[in-house]
């Protein structure tokens, strides 16, 4: 086994003194003190090795990297990356170097690259030494895949993951080769309400808030995941678990109140089981992430129209939420919300880039799609304009493509006129 996730020959077959350090940083992480997990860090990514020299620097470097990703230090995570690139010149390294890199641009929001870092970085599978990093690719890859509702995608890259990441309690630090900031035990969870519906995913939920460490370690791993149990852990009625998660969180931003992700993780979960708007607003302001700021948005929009009957409130945040959504590379997320937006305000601004299908073969999507392809635009104006990535217009353009029998864009939109006429004709 190798703790940097670096098998055999590079490490696990000498003393590391990185790897060490790295070790204890993991310990006093799980007991909550994070100031002291990111020093320690700090000191695994300049000590240097004997044996495995420049490389176990460079590979603890990627640790610390990846550690202050999760509590959205990103500037300190790119200095950190530098540092290991500085460190070594290896094209292994430079492969766990994209996919570190590929969970940054994820936590910027810019899904493209993180999906193209990701398809860079993952030759790592093949290489014995380091395949065990390939589990950052596919924590990325399906996420990236959840946020576009690619659900095939999302399964497979799922499923990848599932070697590694068993259902329980022990899954937050079972693994050997990775550290406890790595686990995605909490993804587990995301993926299955996506894929299988919210009621399925509230036992997990509760597993992971059962005991305090495991709930800690949830926190740690990724903050922002908290609120979604929460969030599921309420709706099935489960206030106890869900305020067991309050706590513990209160508890870490008390111990850790100059880490913003963990005091604002706090903040939300509280506004959340007190169903207090005005700290929903609080929590927003603080958070430093594009999408947990969309979903806290999306909370108060929520809250404002279930407990107040405050729409046009509520409208305003949905609004924020649906194009912070998009602006998060998350079109799952942001059609969500419009069809909240929808169910409150039917005006033109809510349904102006959805139009209802008016070909029964096509989707609402779909014929939104095929309207401004055929209208001339490309698949990034279309994109732009629907709030979706390439990727997923592309998709789209595809299925339109076969159900229309179009085998290109002028073809599309040659046929369209007729198509859009005939059904007028036939539904009048
Ligand atoms: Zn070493």
Not at 143 to 158: C, D, K, N, V, Y
Not at 380 to 399: D, N, P, Q
Request: hydrophobic share 45%; with cysteine; glycine share 6%.
């Amino acid at each position: 086994m190798g703790i940097l996730g670096l098998n055999a020959s590079i490490l696990s077959s000498h003393d590391c003194i990185n790897l060490e350090i790295l070790h204890t940083a993991g310990s006093v992480w799980l007991e909550g003190d994070v100031v002291s997990a990111i020093s320690l860090a700090e000191a695994a990514a300049t000590a240097r090795c004997r044996r495995g020299s420049a490389h176990c620097t460079a590979l603890a470097s990627l640790q610390l990297a990846l550690l202050l990703t999760n509590l959205r230090c990103i500037d300190e995570a790119k200095r950190a990356v530098r540092q290991a690139n500085a460190a070594v010149d290896d094209p292994a390294i430079d492969a766990v170097t994209a996919l570190v890199r590929a969970k940054i641009a994820l936590c910027e929001g810019d899904i493209d690259e993180a999906v193209e870092l990701c398809d860079a970085g993952m030759v790592v599978a093949n290489d014995p030494r380091l395949a065990s990093w390939a589990s950052i690719g596919n924590t990325v890859r399906a996420i990236t895949a959840m946020r576009r509702g690619e659900l095939a995608a999302m399964i497979h890259h799922a499923n990848q993951l599932k070697d590694d990441v068993l259902f329980g309690r022990d899954v937050l630090f079972g693994r050997r080769d990775t550290f406890p900031w790595d686990s995605p035990a909490w993804l587990v969870v995301q993926i299955l309400e996506a894929e299988k519906g919210w009621e399925v995913a509230v036992p997990l939920a509760r597993g992971l808030f059962e005991s305090e460490s495991s709930a800690r370690g949830l926190l740690l791993s990724e903050p922002a995941a908290a609120s979604f149990l929460v969030r599921i852990l309420l709706r099935a009625g489960d206030r106890e678990t869900a305020q067991r998660g309050r706590r513990c969180a209160a508890a870490l931003s008390a111990d850790n109140p100059d880490i913003r992700a963990i005091t604002a993780a706090a903040l939300h979960l509280d506004a959340l089981v007190e169903e207090d708007v005005s700290l929903l607003q609080q929590a927003a302001t603080a958070s430093r992430d594009a999408w947990t700021r969309a979903s806290m948005n999306e909370d108060i929009g929520d809250l404002l129209s279930a407990n107040y009957g405050e729409f046009r409130r509520a409208c305003t945040h949905y609004d924020t939420a649906m194009h912070s959504y998009a602006d998060a590379g998350s079109p799952r997320d942001s059609s969500r919300v419009r069809s909240k937006l929808r169910r409150h305000d039917t005006s033109k601004a809510a349904a102006r880039f959805w139009p209802s299908s008016r070909i029964p073969m096509l989707t609402d999507t779909e014929y939104a799609v095929a309207e401004l392809v055929a209208g001339g635009l490309t698949n990034a104006e279309v994109a732009g304009k629907m709030f979706l990535s390439r990727h997923t217009v592309a998709f789209h353009l595809r299925k339109i493509f076969q159900k229309v029998g179009a085998k290109s864009r002028i073809e599309l939109a040659v046929m369209w006129k007729q198509l859009v006429g005939q059904d007028i004709t036939t539904s009048m």
